[in-house]
């Protein structure tokens, strides 16, 4: 990479992980609780080096974790549906290398409910 680039990027993303409008919408901790299936997942953030994505379905802005469905395909064998659990945020935002951010938002995303999101992870693995 150029050094000027990588020095004027300094490990800054061009977009929030969650914007403050985000963080508004995102239902709080436990509030889909029991929906299975029809829990709404509402941001996506992945990884455009690697495999992993982070489906947002709740957040809780005091402590900046939210809680939603982490996959990766290739993990799918051992998790084949993903893997339920809390995500920080602040640490998401402050994963770089060589001046890039790892981990980026789908800026393209549109919520939906995570069975929908599972059917398209599985259909994803078997292709």
């Known amino acids: 990479m150029n050094e000027q680039l990588k020095k004027a ?7 929030m992980l969650l914007t403050k409008a985000l963080k508004r919408k995102l239902p709080a901790l436990y509030a889909q609780d ?3 299936d029809e829990a709404i997942v ?11 994505y982070y489906y947002i379905t ?11 469905l982490t996959y990766r395909l290739a993990m799918s064998d051992q998790c ?6 809390y995500i920080s945020i602040e640490e998401l935002e402050t994963v770089h290398c060589n001046g890039l951010p ?3 938002r789908d800026k393209w995303f549109t919520p939906t409910t995570i069975g929908k999101i599972k059917a398209k ?3 994803k693995k078997a292709a």
């Open 42 to 52: 509402h941001v996506k953030l992945f990884s455009p080096y690697s495999d992993h």
């Open 121 to 123: 992870l599985l259909q």
């Open 80 to 85: 084949p549906e993903g893997e339920w659990g």
């Open 9 to 15: 990027l300094n490990g800054t993303r061009r977009h």
């Open 58 to 68: 709740e957040y809780d802005p005091q402590t900046n974790q939210a809680f939603g």
């Open 34 to 36: 029991g929906k299975g």
């Open 102 to 104: 790892l981990i980026e």
